[in-house]
């Protein structure tokens, strides 16, 4: 067991030492601030305050994890043997950075409590990010930080034990669009239909009546390819459903069409099946509570992982959200057109809610790549060249590499073959 003394146990300082040293690193820790209880521990131990005692392994701490509320942080980004860190401690540290700190700072979206600017749909921009603007967003540097710390206490204390932690890969699937042309009512294909017709789209328009006369497969319908590509390869795969009522941004299936409920019964047959919360429902919690039962009811079992439409998240009021309607984990943390990592880990973390300064108990799965940011590229070659790159990142520190595809992109009709590309991805990435 590790033992780290320090003037003041915090909840930040709790949450934080827990990350790193419990699930980043496997490692018991205790935490004292008491001298004495310190000099007996004849095991691993380090001090996390402004002074050392004696000799022993010490980091020189930012006054962040000892303070509450939100304050505006002056960041001089440096490197750590090519790794960009920030909060330098100084000469007597055992650390050149407060690698706590700077952790907490990126797992507790810090700076995302801080005054910015959001885009159309009040989310927080890749622009603002402090890992964006300063070019390690698509690197994990808070497991880079554990594991270069880990290698500093080893020197220190060579029997030191830590846990066994294995590189794992999950494929998200959102499916806010079940069906481009079936089982969408009357009224939404009369106008859709109309619609085609006033803009020439002639080849979607024999598309859509081969579907509807069911000489053709739905194009979104990719289900069964998807899942016979995840069972080949012991994919570990979630299926995010958006099951609510039609709106300006939310146009799925009906809720009560049969068909639909049947798909998302033979999908949870074959892969676990959660809720992509509508964009309506952003700012409703009841009405997010009634989606969440309902899907529950169609597939006959607890419904408690989420993903929000758009990749929506509004920090703290969000996870707050989610927590009063009894989600235990979220999918939604990154960047819809960024590659890499929001909270600069591949790690999956509980929310801190700086406004009550307590950890809460929903859990977050920061996502590596949205498909969204890959149709930014400008070939397959460069998307795989992007991909490859963060993977090996991931895979470096045995950390859980996420990917988000959408079920339309890859059912549509774009330059890339996107059912062809996941595969591929899977293929190489899936170990």
């Not at 407060?98 to 700072?105: G, N, P, Q, T």
Request: with cysteine; hydrophobic share 40%.
């Amino acid at each position: 067991m590790l033992l780290i003394y320090t003037h003041k146990i915090t909840s930040r300082f709790r949450y934080t030492m827990k990350q790193i040293f419990t699930r980043i690193l496997g490692i018991d820790v205790a935490f004292t601030t008491k001298v004495e209880d310190f000099i007996k521990h004849t095991g691993p131990k380090i001090t996390y305050t402004k002074q050392p005692l004696q000799n022993e392994f010490f980091v020189k701490s930012n006054e962040l994890l000892f303070q509450k509320g939100i304050q505006d942080l002056h960041i001089t980004i440096d490197s750590w043997e090519g790794v960009p860190c920030f909060f330098r401690t100084g000469e007597r540290s055992s650390l050149p950075f407060d690698v706590f700190a700077a952790s907490f700072f990126l797992l507790s979206r810090f700076e995302e409590y801080l005054p910015h600017v959001k885009d159309q749909h009040g989310r927080f921009p890749p622009e603002e990010c402090l890992a964006y603007r300063n070019n390690f967003l698509k690197t994990p540097v808070v497991d880079q930080w554990a594991f270069m710390l880990l290698e500093k206490l080893k020197e220190r204390f060579p029997a030191m034990e830590t846990g066994k932690r294995a590189y794992q890969y999950t494929s998200l699937i959102d499916v806010t669009t079940s069906h481009e042309f079936a089982h969408r009512g009357l009224v939404r294909t009369m106008a859709g239909l109309l619609l085609d017709l006033s803009r020439f789209r002639l080849g979607r328009i024999a598309e859509r009546i081969a579907v509807l006369l069911k000489a053709k497969q739905d194009p979104f319908n990719n289900y069964g390819k998807l899942i016979e590509v995840n069972k080949k390869k012991g994919i570990q795969s979630i299926f995010f459903f958006q099951f609510a009522e039609y709106s300006t941004y939310d146009k799925n299936v009906s809720t009560e069409n049969n068909q639909f409920r049947y798909l998302i019964k033979g999908v949870a047959d074959y892969s676990q099946v959660s809720l992509a919360a509508s964009y309506s429902s952003f700012q409703d919690n009841e009405l997010l509570k009634s989606e969440k039962a309902r899907l529950s009811n169609v597939i006959n079992r607890p419904v408690t992982y989420s993903r929000t439409r758009y990749n929506r998240v509004d920090i703290p009021h969000t996870y707050q959200n989610l927590v009063e309607a009894e989600f235990t984990d979220d999918f939604t943390m990154g960047f819809t057109h960024e590659i890499g990592f929001r909270a600069g880990t591949c790690t999956p973390f509980h929310f801190y809610d700086i406004t009550s300064e307590e950890q809460q108990p929903i859990k977050i799965h920061p996502f590596a790549f949205h498909d969204y940011a890959l149709t930014q590229l400008k070939s397959e070659e460069i998307m795989i060249r992007e991909i490859d790159a963060i993977y090996q990142a991931v895979k470096k520190v045995k950390g859980e590499f996420i990917s988000v595809f959408s079920n339309e992109l890859l059912g549509g009709k774009h330059r890339v073959d996107w059912l062809k590309l996941y595969s591929t991805i899977v293929e190489k990435y899936h170990v």
